[in-house]
């Protein structure tokens, strides 16, 4: 069974990531810039989202292959999750660091490395980028990728311990990992947790919802007027002020709960439609919109900066600029990486299903 409001859904998530970089990267290099209002300061909520519906996702993939075969193929899952996530992720890795320790050197633009790139490049290479970006400032390029690290960590704990679990103790084993993984968090007995975002609970929270649809139809047993409900309080999440100034933790958890529900109200008899086909494609190349548009402001940065130091120009046009060439540029760099780079490696993990 398709999901289909969860392609579009990926795009209006990168979407909100790149409204918060855009001005902040045009702001500090004193170009100017528009982040007028609530959306264009919610890009780490967007994606904690991404984290969820992951989750969500491949735990439901998980589950279903041990309903099907009675087991989970090891092996196959980290050959898929390979073949999705390495060849992208390492380009732009690879390129990140030729831009900030070689490029921009050579186009005589002074940049200052904090980091030993030796213990740098191991950090990002062996996926801990989260404890690289904590650690240094290495870029936003390469910044980007702290989240593909957490990901990937998460995907490496959770299917060994699934293995030769039951499917009818999924649900238990979800809720008692959230519950004490939250705990444990919260509580910072490990302080390293929250200083390197170790967010577990997000994609486990998401695996505990789409479990308990397949046990129990959940998604489909929830009434509409509570659907309407939890989409009202996720746009009202996105788009005023009522989350700022709680609590961390409960920040975290009221977050955890509501994007779970999210993602399980827009899955199943959804109250909205959000699909189209410019939405559904854009959703399909959105790890390369999310992966590639740090790289691509660099390049638009570059020009920009030598037309306002040429031409005069009003800061309207320049924001006007900023946006719609790191947009477009973004757009059409992800779909030709998409058809001529993943589409192959994508195809390769079909054989692996």
């Not at 009675?70 to 073949?83: A, P, V």
């Not at 404890?131 to 299917?159: D, K, N, R």
């Not at 695996?207 to 129990?216: I, P, Q, T």
């Not at 309080?233 to 709680?246: E, Q, R």
Request: with cysteine.
């Amino acid at each position: 069974m398709t999901l289909p409001n969860l392609n579009p859904l990926r795009f209006i998530l990168a979407f909100l990531v790149m409204l918060v970089h855009i001005p902040e990267f045009f702001r500090n290099r004193d170009l100017p810039y528009f982040n007028d209002g609530i959306i264009f300061h919610r890009g780490v909520e967007a994606v904690y989202v991404f984290f969820v519906l992951s989750g969500f996702l491949i735990i439901r993939l998980l589950y279903r292959e041990v309903h099907d075969n009675g087991k989970i193929d090891i092996k196959k899952f980290y050959m898929r999750r390979i073949l999705r996530i390495y060849p992208l992720y390492f380009v732009i890795l690879i390129s990140g660091f030729l831009y900030y320790n070689v490029v921009l050197d050579l186009a005589g633009i002074p940049y200052e490395n904090d980091y030993n790139l030796v213990n740098a490049l191991l950090l990002y290479t062996f996926f801990l980028p989260n404890v690289g970006t904590a650690l240094y400032h290495p870029g936003g390029a390469i910044e980007i990728l702290w989240s593909i690290g957490i990901e990937e960590q998460f995907y490496l704990i959770i299917p060994p311990m699934l293995l030769f679990l039951r499917k009818k103790f999924f649900v238990k084993f979800f809720i008692i990992f959230t519950v004490i993984y939250f705990a444990i968090f919260a509580s910072n007995i490990f302080p390293f947790l929250q200083r390197f975002d170790f967010l577990y609970f997000y994609f486990s929270a998401g695996g505990l919802l789409a479990v308990l649809h397949e046990r129990y139809d959940l998604g489909n047993k929830m009434h509409k007027y509570l659907k309407f409900a939890i989409l009202i309080a996720f746009l009202l999440y996105f788009c005023t002020d009522i989350i700022k100034g709680i609590n961390l933790n409960l920040y975290h958890f009221i977050s955890m709960i509501l994007f779970s529900f999210v993602i399980l109200t827009l899955s199943y008899k959804p109250v909205i439609n959000i699909r189209n086909a410019p939405l559904n494609y854009l959703g399909k190349i959105s790890y390369g919109i999310y992966m590639y548009h740090p790289l691509v402001m660099q390049l638009i940065g570059l020009i920009l900066l030598k037309l306002v130091a040429k031409i005069d120009m009003p800061d309207i046009l320049i924001v006007i600029l900023s946006y719609g060439l790191v947009f477009g540029v973004t757009f059409i760099v992800s779909h030709f990486s998409y058809v001529y780079f993943e589409k192959p490696f994508l195809k390769l993990k079909n054989k692996f299903r």
